[in-house]
């Protein structure tokens, strides 16, 4: 008998997506990693406690300072597209509720996220640590620079669109590395990007699927390390 429980049914909707997106994403599936890590990450703590009761639907949802937490389907596949390795270093830009970071610290060793709005990030890191991803890496300051000094990524992910992609994002992929962001205006389309690095440093990229997200906002420069790297 099929599971009633809101968090099964949530994954039995996202393995249900991929399927019927798997045309233009080219992943019928999602690896059983991935599908493990959104299973092992309860999304009702990432979520103010009004919105609760709708943590388990497959929607963004508002968390304050005009900011959402990601639908999950496209967390899902935004995290099964960088291919982690368990030994992978991972940037993050966009922190918001801690949700990605989480599942991004099922999958690989090392997690370094940064968010632009102080507020935002300071919830984050208290959830994040309440939720056993206490080591995760975080930062105040403009993702779109990305963290030099803990440079190269093996995988970066951006969850605000961007109208171009910032270079030196690019520029900190490791060789083999894999970059997913949204692409496009604050208030039109914009698309899901798949760019890769080859081992021989050559830059390939993908149009994946049309998204919607917040924009990434220019911010203040990098200022305040929780583990003071
Ligand atoms: N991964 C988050 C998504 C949050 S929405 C989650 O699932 O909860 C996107 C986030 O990107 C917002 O929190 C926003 O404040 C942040 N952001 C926007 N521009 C940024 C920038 N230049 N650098 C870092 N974070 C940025």
Known sequence: MRSIDPHEKLLDQIAAEARATAHLTERARFSPQVMAAMRAVSRDAFVPPEARSLAYDDRPLAIGCGQTISQPFIVALMTDLLDLQPGD???EVGTGSGYQTAV???????VC???VVPALAQRAATVLADQGCGSVALRVGDGGKGWPERAPFDAIIVTAAAPVVPPAL????????????????ASGDQVLRLITRGSDGAVQERDVLSVAFVPLVPGRPPEKDRDGA
């Open 89 to 91: 270093r991972v940037l």
């Open 104 to 110: 991004l610290a099922q999958l690989a060793a090392d």
């Open 113 to 115: 996220s940064i968010e």
């Open 170 to 185: 690019v520029e900190q992929l490791a060789p083999g590395g894999r970059l997913v962001i949204p692409v496009g205006a």
